[in-house]
């Protein structure tokens, strides 16, 4: 027990005195995660921007124009009277659409009024010209385009069924429910704890564990009465210490400076950080065994790692991935964790929904445990 206390302590030391070490996993993430916080985790919806230009300017044409200026909730519309200039800013992109309100709107409208059916009205009467709003819009950005069209579309047919008198036959009751309003950073909080553990214990011990071998730091300690027991879990236990640290500093900074929380355990929170170190110590250890000198452990840690940081649900989810791609990367152990640590924090789910995550971690931990332990060299 001694020893055991003495090697955790040595390493917990080893960490505090390494600025290297305290910057890339402690203060990087967070860095990370508060720049891409401030850019992207502000906003989950889409911003839509509009110009209308009335060319009527009739008292139908202003009825119209204050229809689309009640939408500020959902497309900023702006009044201009330069067609030249709204179509600029529409090719830069400034607008998503612009709305033109032809001249003659409002003696369409009339015409139409004043021929409404009446008795004695023929199937085969010619009917005047509909009257109709120009909308144009950016192609390149359908999505928003399509949204904005649509709104335009829905306000422009209130419109038209008021003018014409209609009272429909069928509506729709609708009720509200509460939902999870989620940021980006609700997202990304998650994924820079599961990237932190894999990134402190998949590369640090690859790293750690090849540079004492090199140095001959394995083999003396090999000499002593020290097993490997001992050093293994002495090992474990500063990297679960540096680990709570890091989930602890990330979950502060998120929640002071991005409103984040953690809306289920804390204890399971943390069981899953327990999971994810083991997990991702025990392949640093198969990669410490097969890399020779320290210089080659890198670039294979980097080679497993590297693609599980953006396969595994870190920073996009994994549901936009191709669907033949989506059954390979829900077997790599990080999206079990992301996924796991997001339910946790965003859901507040517990074990009952979260055992298959927590199965799926357990048994890679296993398998790698197991791998490792008959690969690990002293020397």
């Excluded at 649900?313 to 191709?322: N, W, Y």
Aim: aromatic letters at 10%; proline letters at 4%.
């Amino acid at each position: 027990m001694k020893a055991y206390l003495q090697l955790t302590l040595a390493q917990l030391r080893l960490f505090a005195r390494n600025r290297q070490v305290m910057f890339w996993s402690l203060l990087f993430p967070v860095f990370f995660m508060a720049m891409l916080g401030l850019f992207m985790g502000n906003g989950s919806g889409i911003s839509l921007t509009g110009a209308i230009l009335d060319e009527d300017n009739s008292p139908a044409s202003r009825d119209l124009v204050k229809s689309l200026e009640m939408l500020g909730t959902v497309i900023e519309f702006k009044e201009q009277h330069d067609r030249d200039e709204a179509m600029e800013e529409l090719k830069r992109g400034d607008r998503h659409i612009v709305v033109v309100i032809p001249k003659g709107y409002e003696d369409l409208i009339k015409g139409l009024e004043s021929a409404a059916p009446m008795a004695g009205y023929m199937e085969f009467d010619p009917l005047p010209p509909i009257a109709t709003v120009e909308a144009y819009y950016d192609e390149t950005n359908m999505t928003a385009s399509q949204l904005a069209l649509s709104v335009l579309s829905q306000v422009v047919d209130g419109v038209s069924k008021q003018l014409a008198h209609y009272s429909p036959l069928v509506t729709v009751q609708a009720s509200a429910v509460q939902s999870l309003h989620l940021k980006y950073i609700d997202f990304l909080v998650p994924g820079i704890l599961a990237m932190m553990i894999m990134s402190t214990n998949l590369n640090g011990v690859a790293g750690q564990i090849a540079s004492w071998r090199e140095r001959g730091i394995l083999r003396r300690m090999q000499s002593t009465t020290l097993n490997a027991s001992t050093f293994i879990a002495a090992q474990i236990t500063a990297r679960l210490v540096m680990n709570g640290m890091q989930a602890f500093i990330v979950v502060l900074v998120g929640s002071l400076c991005f409103g984040t929380q953690v809306n289920g355990s804390w204890l399971l929170l943390s069981l899953f950080v327990v999971l994810g170190t083991l997990t991702f110590m025990s392949l640093g250890f198969i990669i410490a065994s097969l890399a020779r000198t320290p210089e080659s452990a890198g670039p294979i840690a980097g080679f497993v790692s590297f693609p599980m940081l953006f396969l595994g649900g870190v920073f996009f989810p994994i549901k936009e991935m191709p669907v033949f791609l989506q059954h390979i990367v829900k077997l790599l152990p990080i999206s079990h964790l992301t996924t796991a640590m997001r339910q946790v924090m965003n859901v507040g789910a517990d074990l009952s929904t979260l055992w298959p995550e927590a199965a799926l971690l357990g048994g890679w931990m296993i398998v790698a445990f197991a791998i490792s332990s008959y690969t690990f060299k002293w020397e």
